[in-house]
């Protein structure tokens, strides 16, 4: 099956700055999706991104499917940003596959 | 319109006992996707299922772990004679039909606790 290879696996930050996290996956991917989550351990969606760039505020995502990697862009970083931020894929079927994540900590 | 819903949100249980994990999907979804977390790790899928049938159980674990998803009331995930690895978070997800393989909305999880 696909694999899906996250980095960095741990970040931090000071509040305001950018910052850029990466998804590599071993196989073409159609339907990547980043989530968020939280220090409770809720998850939100936050892109379905198969190709292209879309924009949500302070995050936007870029799919880069012919090379095989997704990025997600925060900035101006909030400490309510911290949490673990997943990208995902199931084009195999339903069968969903994860990334490890990204551990994000923003500083007040 | 009442997010994805599961109960209990904490699980104690010692080694042997059985455990009933319950996922209430959102409203009009009728796809359910079980995941398990260990600490410090990322979701691995365990099943899908639809309103009585089970897609793909390629995650789930043969012995032990069951899943349903009947016509009437929620989906449940059950895990017989407990061990303590099997101490982890579970999450329930749910998406409409038209968008099954785009959006998946996650409950807040089952924490269950193997003593």
């Known amino acids: 099956g696909i694999q899906v290879e996250q980095s960095p696996p741990d970040l931090i930050l000071q509040e305001g700055a950018n910052s850029t996290l990466r998804c590599n996956f071993s196989d073409s991917v159609n339907n990547l999706q980043w989530f968020h989550q939280n220090p409770w351990g809720q998850l939100i969606n936050l892109f379905y991104?198969?190709?292209g760039t879309k924009q949500n505020g302070r995050l936007s995502a870029t799919t880069v499917a012919t090379e095989r990697y997704s990025l997600l862009y925060i900035s101006s970083s909030q400490t309510t940003d911290s949490g673990v931020y997943f990208c995902?894929?199931?084009?195999?079927?339903?069968?969903?596959?994860f990334g490890a994540g990204t551990r994000l900590f923003v500083k007040a | 319109n009442a997010g994805v819903m599961q109960n209990p949100r904490h699980l104690v249980r010692r080694r042997g006992q059985e455990a009933r994990l319950r996922c209430s999907p959102m409203k009009g979804h009728s796809h359910v996707y079980w995941y398990r977390q260990l600490p410090e790790e990322g979701l691995k899928f365990m099943v899908y299922?639809?309103?009585?049938?089970?897609?793909?159980e390629s995650g789930m674990p043969k012995e032990r772990f069951s899943a349903e998803f009947p016509k009437e009331g929620p989906s449940i995930l059950r895990i017989q004679q407990v061990v303590r690895g099997d101490s982890a978070a579970y999450f329930c997800?749910?998406?409409?039909?038209?968008?099954?393989?785009?959006?998946?909305?996650f409950g807040p999880g089952t924490r269950l606790l193997v003593l």
């Open positions: 299922l639809q309103k009585e049938n089970i897609i793909d």
């Open positions: 991104i198969p190709s």
């Open positions: 997800a749910s998406s409409p039909p038209r968008l099954a393989s785009e959006t998946q909305y």
């Open positions: 995902a894929d199931n084009t195999g079927g339903f069968k969903t596959i």
